[in-house]
């Protein structure tokens, strides 16, 4: 018994699970790493490393005004009421650095996030509105756009709360700078978000320019919805589930205007006349 092949063609493609640029892969597998290497640690050594990482306010106003001390030792000492004297102290040490800046500080409390459930929501957050912004952006100048919503976050967080020995951490300023940076391009007039996974369509879509986001009902709609919903989380006013810790609500609003602001600089795709 004789057989007819036809000649096979080559196998359809098929579409990976997760359409998601590489450079949102590996931010987002970094983050998880580096959250599951300090479940491993010991509650000290966690904290050893949370004081060379994360943000602290007051560490950053010590060093600028050394003269304000009395005024942060005081507002330490209302934190921590109830607390031995000891342990205060150590704390003072470890949170303000012995008056050391610690100027990265402003760039890795990024890299840290207070509980998992912080760490996912950034996640989904990051790869709904950081995946068009990386297409178009390509990764040098998405990481640069990143960087730069992370210290603007870290800088509104102190303006606000100078004498504040809270550390901050999240990436949730790096992620509202590259949501601002979304909305200046992807809710332009008839676009479907399904073409959003398309490269060359990404780089195609005229950018708003700043004064014509007025204009755009869509696109002002989210602004004010993203605020509102911030507003209403850093005041207390929506409880989180599942989470303990406060919303910084303050450097999420500085990176959305860094992202905002600068995305016409990192930007090389089409504009809006």
Excluded: C, K
Excluded at 119 to 128: C, D, G, K, T
């Amino acid at each position: 018994m004789s057989e007819n092949h036809a000649q096979a063609g080559p196998p359809p493609g098929r579409e990976p699970i997760l359409n998601l640029p590489g450079v949102v892969i590996w931010i987002g597998t970094a983050l998880v790493l580096v959250h599951g290497g300090r479940e491993l640690l010991s509650a000290h050594d966690d904290f050893v490393l949370l004081s060379w990482l994360a943000f602290v306010p007051a560490r950053l106003s010590l060093w600028l005004a050394p003269e304000r001390a009395r005024d942060i030792l005081s507002s330490l000492s209302q934190s921590l009421a109830g607390q031995d004297i000891a342990d205060r102290l150590a704390l003072v040490r470890l949170l303000l650095a012995d008056g050391g800046p610690r100027l990265w500080s402003l760039l890795s409390y990024g890299l840290l996030h207070g509980s998992w459930l912080h760490l996912i929501s950034n996640l989904v957050w990051f790869a709904a509105f950081g995946s068009p912004v990386a297409r178009r952006l390509g990764p040098g100048r998405v990481l640069n756009l990143l960087a730069l919503s992370t210290i603007a976050g870290a800088l509104l967080h102190w303006w606000s709360r100078e004498l504040d020995v809270l550390p901050l951490v999240g990436a949730s300023a790096a992620v509202s700078g590259a949501t601002a940076a979304a909305i200046r391009f992807v809710f332009a007039p008839g676009l479907r978000f399904g073409a959003l996974g398309d490269d060359a369509v990404v780089r195609a879509i005229p950018a708003e320019r700043f004064g014509g986001l007025w204009r755009n009902r869509r696109a002002m709609l989210f602004i004010v919805i993203w605020f509102v919903t911030n507003l209403l989380f850093g005041a207390g006013l929506v409880p989180i589930l599942g989470d303990e810790t406060s919303i910084a609500w303050e450097a999420h609003i500085g990176g959305f205007l860094a992202g905002l602001l600068l995305f016409p600089l990192l930007d090389r795709g089409a504009v809006r006349r």
